[in-house]
């Protein structure tokens, strides 16, 4: 079974400060994933990162993709509340698209 | 388009017995995947469908049942309910790609509960 880790698995920070997630696996990806999930929803998909060392800017958002295509990182910058909820990494294998999700970072932006 | 939907939200069940749930996408898609969410686990991928009439299992399919009998709906069946069960189950669906990279649009969850 292939795992991917985040993180912090929670974290709790004041709107306008910095804020980096890790996703780390030993497998290696053809392509990740990153989604945000808001409470009593399904995962939405942010960003799809495909070449090894890959940087892609959303806004606030940079998503950055491991050169051996194993890990991937999100920096959001000066965070603001409506960043709130859960982050998902999710790593594509196969011909079927198959995701292997991670185990999630829980953001919580306050005033 | 609704986009992917669940059915139903929510249900409360008692060990042993037996449930369907029903998803149903109006985007035309190939691929359609049955997920479960916990707590500290992502979501772990039970089973999925590449096309009408094809099903697989994915990491964790013990305890479920599937059949693709339309394009649009996957169902997913659990024949004798156990607590493990309990979970939020989430349908998705996507378009097929050769480079498989394609976004996965979810469904809103069913929330579980075997007692």
């Known amino acids: 079974t292939q795992l991917l880790e985040q993180s912090p698995q929670f974290l709790s920070i004041q709107e306008g400060e910095n804020l980096t997630v890790y996703c780390n696996s030993s497998?290696?990806?053809?392509?990740l994933q990153w989604y945000r999930q808001e409470p009593g929803e399904g995962p939405v998909l942010l960003v799809t990162?495909?070449?090894?060392?890959e940087v892609k800017k959303l806004k606030r958002l940079t998503f950055q993709f491991g050169d051996a295509r194993k890990d991937s990182s999100l920096h959001i910058t000066a965070a603001q509340t409506g960043d709130t909820g859960l982050y998902l990494c999710?790593?594509?294998?196969?011909?079927?698209?198959?995701?292997?999700f991670g185990t999630g970072t829980r953001l919580q932006v306050t005033l | 388009n609704a986009g992917v939907t669940q059915t139903p939200k929510f249900r409360v069940l008692k060990t042993g017995q037996s449930m369907t749930l029903l998803c149903a996408q109006d985007?035309?898609?190939?691929?359609m995947y049955w997920y479960r969410q916990d707590p500290g686990m992502g979501l772990r991928l039970i089973h999925y469908?590449?096309?009408?009439?094809?099903?697989a299992k994915g990491e964790v399919p013990d305890g479920y049942n599937v059949s693709r009998l339309k394009k649009q709906n996957f169902l997913l069946g659990l024949e004798s309910a156990a607590p493990s069960q309990t979970s939020v189950y989430f349908c998705?669906?996507?378009?097929?790609?050769?480079?498989?990279?394609?976004?996965?649009?979810f469904g809103p969850g069913t929330r579980l509960t075997v007692t």
């Open positions: 990162v495909v070449t090894g060392g």
């Open positions: 469908s590449v096309g009408e009439g094809t099903t």
């Open positions: 998705a669906s996507s378009k097929t790609s050769g480079r498989a990279n394609y976004e996965q649009y």
């Open positions: 497998s290696v990806f053809s392509s």
């Open positions: 999710a790593g594509v294998t196969g011909t079927a698209s198959k995701l292997t």
């Open positions: 985007m035309n898609h190939e691929y």
